[in-house]
């Protein structure tokens, strides 16, 4: 039997909560009905209408109005966890001009639980499955707010970023932090050992548009940074990567984005740990040789 059978015995708790705003979805998820057989019974009750556009607009207004942000918080990018938030923004969040609203996904639910708290927010996070077998669940926070939204856009998170972004528009004394977040959406850190003669090996990337990459390389040389910037040859020319090899610029790279960290900064832990694992490999090598 379909969800249609839900109905039968429940008719007249069904119209009753639908009469009380013409809340389609709500009465959908109570009694487990689909849509299509919600409305055909409500028409054949004579009970069903469409909203008003004015009806429509004050559901969404009441709706916007029982969550609270930090409407203030990319007024000023002042902070190293501001910094850093706006970074996972910039790389891997989205923006849509459709009332204002970006948002951000993430499996590493941990981090964008700690994110929702940065932006001082009450908004739920919505669940989506993984797609295939080796797919994490991935949750997405949704914010509504248009003052935040034009804020981000100010700052350089526009819309079509991916092959359009040209960098944040902040003091550079806020850029280890965003680095650091933009890292941690769309960075990688690689710790392994050559086959041929078992040294230890590093490689940290950066994938975004060629004319970020340019700039953050740019960046990189101007605090001693040595960095190359390469094309992938599965991306559109406009999307470039950058990369760290040297030991010694990898442990500056490591410095300058968790190095003046307290107990407060926002930081993906797994990312971390392949800096930390990447260190004490080298100190092993180096007590192997006392």
């Known amino acids: 039997m379909g969800r249609k059978s839900h109905i039968i015995g429940n008719e007249k708790e069904i119209i009753d909560m639908y009469g009380d705003n013409c809340d389609i979805s709500k009465v959908m998820n ?13 028409k054949e009750n004579g009970v069903y209408r469409k909203l008003s556009k004015k009806e429509i607009n004050k559901k969404v207004s009441d709706t916007v109005r029982k969550y609270i ?12 966890n501001k910094a850093y938030t706006l970074g996972l923004f910039s790389a891997d969040g989205g923006m849509s001009n459709q009332r204002k609203r970006f948002f951000l996904t993430f499996t590493d639910l941990d981090l964008l639980e700690k994110i929702k708290i940065e932006l ?40 079509q970023k991916s092959y359009n972004y040209v960098g944040p528009n902040i003091d550079k004394k806020m850029m280890p932090g965003f680095i650091r977040g933009f890292f941690d959406a769309d960075g990688c850190m690689y710790v392994g050992r050559d086959k041929r003669d078992n040294h230890i090996v590093g490689e940290m990337t950066i994938c975004s548009t060629t004319t970020f990459c340019q700039t953050l390389c740019e960046y990189f040389e101007s605090v001693g940074i040595y960095s190359s910037l390469f094309r992938d040859k599965h991306h559109d020319i406009r999307i470039s990567k950058i990369r760290i090899r040297r030991q010694k610029d990898l442990l500056k790279f490591r410095d300058l984005i968790y190095g003046n960290m307290d107990e407060s900064s926002i930081y993906l832990k797994r990312k971390y740990d392949k800096f930390e694992e990447y260190k004490q490999m080298l100190m092993e090598r180096s007590n192997d040789f006392e």
């Open 30 to 42: 109570n009694f487990g009905i689909g849509r299509n057989a919600l409305i055909k019974f409500l």
């Open 69 to 80: 942000d930090d409407t203030y918080y990319f007024k000023n990018i002042d902070t190293d």
């Open 120 to 159: 001082g927010t009450n908004r739920p996070l919505k669940i989506y499955k993984k797609i295939k077998e080796n797919h994490k669940d991935a949750k997405t926070l949704t914010i509504c707010n248009g003052e935040m939204y034009d804020d981000l856009i100010s700052l350089g998170c526009i819309l």
